[in-house]
Each structure stands twice: as structure tokens, then as C-alpha cells.
């Protein structure tokens, strides 16, 4: 096995892109989860506010969680994408380099 590292700055780009756009796809799930469970919703679907309590706090745990999630993919997409910079930026800088000794 070679102790050789490859690293694709385009795959790592796509693969970057790949957690925003799935970060943005859930941000708009989000939005039609908020619209189809709030609590009015709730309360109509269950009767009153008292039988659609536990629920309604299902919805809240529910919410949070995805909120948190979105905003992960996005964090880890742009994380992905910045390291492509670096890289690039290094690889430009050791062509650089090379070319000065020549």
C-alpha cells in the first residue's frame, strides 16, 4: 500500500456542493414541515390545545433537530469547499515553487 495521498480537488468540489444543495432541499422541507404541523394545525387535527400537547412537542423536538441538520450540511459543505481553496491555493503555490528552481 503507498503512503501516497490523491486528492481530487474537483470530486472534493462536487462533493461540497453535493451537502449545501442538500442543505438547501432540506431548509425548504423545513419550511413545508412548519407549514403542514404548527401548532394551530395541531390543535385543529386533535381537538384542543391539551390532546395535541404531546404532539405539538413532538413537533418542536422534530423541528430542532432538522434546523440543526440543515445547518450542519451547510457547515460541512462550506468546510469541504474552503479546503478545496487551501488546496488549490497549495498547489498553486508548490508549482510556483518548482518552476523558481528550475
Do not use: C, N, W
Not at 442538500?22 to 404548527?38: C, H, M, N, P, T
Not at 387535527?45 to 391539551?50: M, R
Not at 487551501?86 to 508548490?94: F, G, K, N, S
Amino acid at each position: 500500500m503507498s503512503d501516497e495521498v490523491r486528492l481530487s480537488t474537483g470530486e472534493l468540489h462536487t462533493l461540497g456542493a453535493a451537502f449545501e444543495v442538500r442543505a438547501e432541499e432540506l431548509s425548504r422541507q423545513l419550511a413545508a414541515f412548519r407549514r403542514r404541523a404548527d401548532a394551530e394545525a395541531l390543535r385543529d387535527g386533535f381537538g384542543s390545545d391539551e390532546a395535541a400537547r404531546p404532539y405539538r412537542e413532538l413537533y418542536e423536538q422534530a423541528e430542532h433537530a432538522l434546523v440543526q441538520l440543515q445547518q450542519r450540511l451547510a457547515e460541512v459543505g462550506g468546510g469541504i469547499k474552503e479546503t478545496v481553496a487551501h488546496v488549490q491555493a497549495a498547489e498553486e503555490e508548490l508549482d510556483e515553487m518548482i518552476r523558481s528552481v528550475k
